[in-house]
Nanobody
Framework: QVQLVESGGGAVQSGGSLRLACVASTYAGRRHSMAWFRQGQTNVREGIAAMDTDGSTVYADSVKGRFTISQDNAKNTLYLQMNGLKSEDTDMYYC?????????????????WGQGTQVTVSS
């Protein structure tokens, strides 16, 4: 089972940037789809960015053009660069790994999850 640990969350003003990192315990990215999700008070886990084993990416419309997902296989680390942050981006952010994922932004496709890192954007 892949173990994931996120970091990089924090408080930032609207328009600012943050970079989240997710370290995997194994070479997860080489055999697993990797993704970032966020969850707020609604308890709905929203998929926002995903990367497949071939390096292809997909983004939710809400973050397209502002967020970028990337991966450093040498460091077993997944990143989420977040620019142009808005107050509505305030949430707990999670990274996830899944094997043979079909729907890249569907949380039910992912079996390994990190503990989450909080992002707070003030206006």
């Amino acid at each position: 089972q892949v173990q994931l640990v996120e970091s990089g969350g924090g408080a930032v003003q609207s328009g600012g940037s943050l970079r989240l990192a997710c370290v995997a315990s194994t070479y997860a990215g080489r055999r697993h789809s990797m993704a970032w999700f966020r969850q707020g008070q609604t308890n709905v886990r929203e998929g926002i960015a995903a990367m497949d084993t071939d390096g292809s990416t997909v983004y939710a419309d809400s973050v397209k053009g502002r967020f970028t997902i990337s991966q450093d296989n040498a460091k077993n680390t997944l990143y989420l660069q977040m620019n142009g942050l808005k107050s509505e981006d305030t949430d707990m952010y999670y990274c996830a790994a899944g094997y043979l994922v079909a729907s890249k932004l569907d949380p039910y496709e992912y079996t390994a999850w990190g503990q989450g890192t909080q992002v707070t954007v003030s206006s």
